[in-house]
Nanobody, 119 residues
């Protein structure tokens, strides 16, 4: 059974940093694409960043380019989201997700972790 467990959320002042972790278990993810999404109150869930587990290739939403970095540790089966220069508008629940390469939909989701950026 696939399980994605996020951690690392919290409250931080604007301009600060946080690192989110997503521990993946239940199968081999070598052929998977992993991603971080976020959802603010009253807003749609939106894509933040993605990474190919096999190649390490990354993609980012325009609003986080230069501030957030997605990475993975194969040995620990963990995906990270390093967030810097945080803004109040980054406040949201952040979700880790995974899908097999070549599939359009993300099939597996974590429970989410709250990030609150105070001004």
């Amino acid at each position: 059974q696939v399980q994605l467990v996020e951690s690392g959320g919290g409250v931080v002042q604007a301009g600060g940093s946080l690192r989110l972790s997503c521990a993946a278990s239940g199968r081999s993810f070598s052929s998977y694409r992993m991603a971080w999404f976020r959802q603010a109150p009253g807003a749609e869930r939106e894509f933040v960043a993605g990474i190919s587990w096999s190649t390490g290739g990354t993609t980012y939403a325009d609003f986080v380019k230069g501030r957030f970095t997605i990475s993975r540790d194969n040995a620990k089966n963990t995906v990270y989201l390093q967030m810097s220069t945080l803004k109040p508008e980054d406040t949201a629940v952040y979700y880790c997700a995974g899908r097999p390469q070549g599939y359009a939909e993300y099939a597996f989701w974590g429970q989410g972790t709250q990030v609150t950026v105070s001004s």
